[in-house]
C-alpha cells in the first residue's frame, strides 16, 4: 500500500489502479453488523388474536348542494330561497351531527362578494367544510 519506495529509480508516474481491499473489508465488516443487528429491531410478541367481525358504525354525512346563480339567487339543493331563509337552514343543519358538507356550485358570472358572503354565513352557522364544485369540461370558445 506504499505510494513510493526508497530507491530513487526515476519513475515518477502517478499510481493508475485504485486499492479497494480497504474498501471491501469495511463492507463486509457493516454487513456482518446489518446481518447481527437486523434480528434485534423486530421485537413484535407472537400472540393468537381472536377473529372478530363487525360493522362500523359510521354515519356518513349527508351534503348540500348550495347554488348560486349570475343573479345572486341562492338554491338549496334546487330550492330558492332568500337570505333570511339560507341562515335559518343553515344554523339548524349545522347544529346537527356529523355536520354535512356543503358543495357550493357558483355561477361564472357570479359576484365574488356574493360567494364570500354565503361562506361567511356558512362558517358562522358552523358549516366548515364547503367544497367548491366546477365543470371539468372546458369552456366553450
Given at each position: ?7 530513487k529509480?526515476g519513475n ?7 486499492n479497494v481491499i480497504?474498501?471491501v473489508?469495511?463492507?463486509?465488516v ?7 443487528t437486523?434480528p434485534?429491531l423486530?421485537n413484535?410478541v407472537?400472540?393468537?388474536l381472536?377473529?372478530?367481525s363487525?360493522q362500523t ?9 348550495l ?6 339567487n341562492?338554491y ?5 330561497l332568500d ?7 343553515m344554523r339548524?343543519v ?28 356558512a362558517s ?8 367548491f364544485?366546477?365543470d ?6
Amino acid at each position: 500500500m506504499a505510494f513510493g519506495s526508497f530507491n530513487k529509480s526515476g519513475n515518477t508516474a502517478p499510481m493508475a489502479e485504485i486499492n479497494v481491499i480497504p474498501l471491501v473489508d469495511i463492507m463486509l465488516v457493516l454487513l456482518v453488523i446489518f446481518i447481527i443487528t437486523a434480528p434485534l429491531l423486530t421485537n413484535a410478541v407472537k400472540i393468537d388474536l381472536p377473529h372478530a367481525s363487525s360493522q362500523t358504525n359510521l354515519t356518513k354525512p349527508d351534503n348540500i348542494q348550495l347554488a348560486i346563480d349570475a343573479d345572486a339567487n341562492v338554491y338549496w339543493n334546487g330550492e330558492k330561497l332568500d337570505r333570511a331563509a339560507m341562515i335559518s337552514r343553515m344554523r339548524s343543519v349545522g347544529k346537527a351531527e356529523p355536520v354535512p358538507e356543503v358543495h357550493l356550485h357558483a355561477d361564472r358570472n357570479t359576484r365574488y362578494e356574493t360567494v364570500a358572503d354565503v361562506m361567511a354565513e356558512a362558517s358562522k352557522a358552523g358549516l366548515s367544510r364547503i367544497g367548491f364544485v366546477s365543470d371539468p369540461r372546458p369552456a366553450a370558445p
